[in-house]
């Protein structure tokens, strides 16, 4: 399976977007400080998940929620009360 998934930052409140096909790694790589683009936002919580069979469909949903602000906005709407 792979995985796009949303961090929040404990510290500043941020959300991050990424994608992997291992979860639980990649939330202990960011925790750890091993992912430059979050190593200063840390303690990071995941707030949200999608599941992919395909990687391809994985990465183009993280291209969209990066590069698409209305399509970030609308998954934000869905998930307001997990973001909080």
Do not use: W
């Not at 998934?5 to 790694?25: A, C, F, I, M, P």
Request: aromatic share 8%; net charge positive; charged share 35%.
């Amino acid at each position: 399976m792979f995985y796009v998934y949303l961090l929040r930052s404990k510290k500043d409140n941020q959300l991050y977007t990424g994608s992997t096909n291992n979860l639980e790694r990649r939330l202990k790589e960011h925790n750890n400080g091993e992912c430059i683009s979050t190593r200063n936002r840390r303690p990071l919580e995941l707030v949200y998940y999608e599941a992919y069979i395909a990687e391809s469909d994985a990465r183009e949903r993280e291209s969209n929620l990066k590069l698409r602000s209305r399509a970030l906005e609308q998954l934000k709407k869905r998930i307001k009360e997990s973001i909080k």
